[in-house]
């Protein structure tokens, strides 16, 4: 049946311009001779166009974490099932945290987690932005770091004693002793470990990193990083980044490592 959509889809595209009069109506002959070829296909009505569109958008809603609808379509068309496109690999026991740098893909990997793990993805900086009606970065410049981490803190608190979830945190949040024995306690802390140059091409061309608006903002990220780094080798597991990895592919490697943690991940059995 998706040939013969792919072709209606087509067969429905307007005539250009530049196209004669004569050839318009050439060409506008041979394209209803094939529809009424395929009279009998059902496909053949008023508002084809429309369907093919609403199809290409239910593609989209279903396409797997890390791909765009086209890419989704593309794929398929090629090869049939796409990798990552089946169902959950089962639920959380308790909440995973996921800590890191800026960059090192918190949030989109987070996505692609609770979604195989079947549980909530809640994001503690836009938990903060919500509850104080500001972004991050107004935070910072209204009220300083040391009431923006305070506020991080009563935040993981409540995130981590409701309904287990995958959290991601922003990337000071596991510097404090406090934030750290916290979430180790209630949850299970992942740091996603990234180099300096997978950090500096993912964030470089953003401008909502308040700690990176500076005179040399990699000479920053290195410092920050460097900084940071003792703190980062105390999370409960490390899962790290590889040049050219998918966002699914590094949700898998999380996964991985959070089956080896006895009853956190409650399998998925089959019916």
């Excluded at 793990?117 to 809640?122: E, N, Q, R, V």
């Amino acid at each position: 049946m998706r040939p013969i959509i792919s072709l209606f889809c087509r067969l429905s595209r307007p005539v250009p311009d530049r196209v004669s009069r004569r050839a318009g109506r050439s060409w506008l002959r041979f394209r209803v001779d094939h529809i009424w070829h395929f009279r009998e296909v059902h496909a053949i009505q008023g508002v084809l166009r429309h369907d093919c569109a609403r199809l290409r958008r239910w593609q989209a809603l279903s396409a797997p974490p890390g791909l765009t609808g086209q890419e989704y379509r593309r794929r398929r068309e090629a090869g049939g099932a796409v990798e990552g496109e089946t169902g959950k690999v089962g639920h959380l026991t308790r909440s995973v945290v996921l800590v890191g740098m800026m960059g090192s893909g918190k949030t989109a990997v987070g996505t692609a987690l609770s979604k195989m793990l079947d549980s909530p993805f809640l994001d503690s900086d836009h938990e903060i932005e919500r509850a104080a009606q500001m972004t991050v970065a107004e935070i910072f410049a209204r009220d300083g770091e040391p009431f923006f981490r305070a506020r991080e803190s009563e935040v993981l608190e409540r995130l981590l004693m409701g309904p287990p979830g995958v959290i991601s945190t922003g990337g000071g949040a596991f510097l404090s002793e406090k934030n750290r024995e916290l979430i180790n306690r209630l949850g299970v802390s992942v740091w996603l470990k990234a180099d300096l140059e997978i950090l500096w091409n993912r964030v470089r061309h953003k401008n909502t990193r308040p700690l990176l608006r500076t005179a040399d903002p990699k000479r920053t990220l290195s410092d920050l990083l460097t900084a940071r780094l003792p703190h980062y080798e105390k999370a409960q597991i490390v899962v790290e980044a590889e040049p050219g990895l998918s966002v699914l592919g590094m949700a898998r490697k999380v996964v991985s490592h959070l089956r080896e943690v006895d009853g956190l991940i409650e399998e998925v059995k089959d019916a």
